[in-house]
């Protein structure tokens, strides 16, 4: 069963295209977390400012709820790993932690990967970590992964990617569902395209212009005639929820109202892939890396 995962990129700084709030104040960061209890979402996604640098310092302010959440964290793999993680478990005040994500992936060359699955090995062995893994954008991510966990003998049990109704590139990844057969946790991010899939209007700048595309408009067209009662976010959670390896979703929200939204709607329907054809082939609109 998928299940929700709270993000906290918005709680260090103004993360997403589409967020008119910035960093978010002490009142709301307890307003979430009071939500998220009730919702029972139970695992959060952070790290530190200096690895991933929308964070800001969203994992110092985490610490007062640790204990009350299963952590995935990321560290820079081109950096000392093990430094990175002892760090992230003194500024959480926790002793454990549920995954470590090799953040940079994607930019390392074979070497730094090799060095930073290393490190997340030994880690597994010693420091509390209960799963390692990678964030990754594509099937060459997912794919390089595979390959160099096996070769230094690490298992790789914690994948973050991007999924949603526009981006359709590892919907039937192979390797995904490999994984997941093989017990790893697969996550989705970027199930609302940083906002851009729920915005209707008012948006300024890149938010505008990303929200105007003409795959954007042909997805709310289509949400629009296939059930007008149906909201935006219940579409979008649908769609990813029915990701065949998919077994979290990461969101983050910049109030406590927003989360109670997303929870209504992720439980409002059940999983309900959109159709092909709406998947978009602009990586200029699906990656946000190009914004």
Request: glycine fraction near 8%; hydrophobic fraction near 40%; aromatic fraction near 6%.
């Amino acid at each position: 069963m998928t299940r929700l995962q709270l993000g906290t990129a918005q709680w260090g700084q103004g993360y997403g295209v589409t967020n008119a709030v910035g960093r978010l104040p002490d009142e709301a960061v307890a307003d979430i977390v009071a939500v998220a209890r009730e919702w029972d979402i139970d695992s959060v996604d952070t790290a530190m400012g200096s690895t991933a640098g929308q964070y800001g310092d969203a994992q110092a302010r985490l610490r007062p709820f640790a204990h009350d959440f299963a952590i995935t964290t990321k560290v820079a793999g081109a950096e000392d790993v093990t430094e990175q993680v002892l760090a992230a478990q003194r500024q959480l005040g926790v002793d454990r932690l549920h995954a470590v994500l090799v953040h940079d992936w994607d930019a390392l060359d074979d070497d730094d990967r090799r060095r930073a699955v290393r490190s997340l090995g030994r880690l597994l062995d010693s420091h509390g970590i209960e799963r390692a893994g990678v964030s990754v954008y594509d099937e060459a991510g997912v794919s390089s992964a595979i390959e160099i966990f096996a070769s230094r003998r690490c298992p790789l049990t914690a994948v973050q990617v991007p999924a949603n109704l526009l981006d359709r590139r590892l919907e039937r990844s192979a390797s995904l569902i490999h994984l997941h057969q093989q017990g790893a946790e697969i996550v989705v991010r970027s199930a609302f395209l940083q906002g851009v899939l729920l915005a209707t209007s008012g948006q300024t700048g890149s938010a505008e212009s990303l929200a105007s595309h003409p795959d954007v408009r042909a997805y709310r067209d289509w949400c629009l005639e296939s059930d007008p009662s149906v909201s935006l976010a219940t579409a979008c959670l649908s769609h990813v929820r029915a990701l065949p390896w998919a077994t979290h979703v990461v969101v983050g929200v910049t109030s406590s109202m927003e989360l109670t939204e997303i929870c209504e709607a992720w439980h409002e329907h059940g999983p309900r892939l959109a159709p092909d054809s709406l998947g978009s082939s602009d990586l200029d609109l699906i990656d946000p890396r190009r914004w």
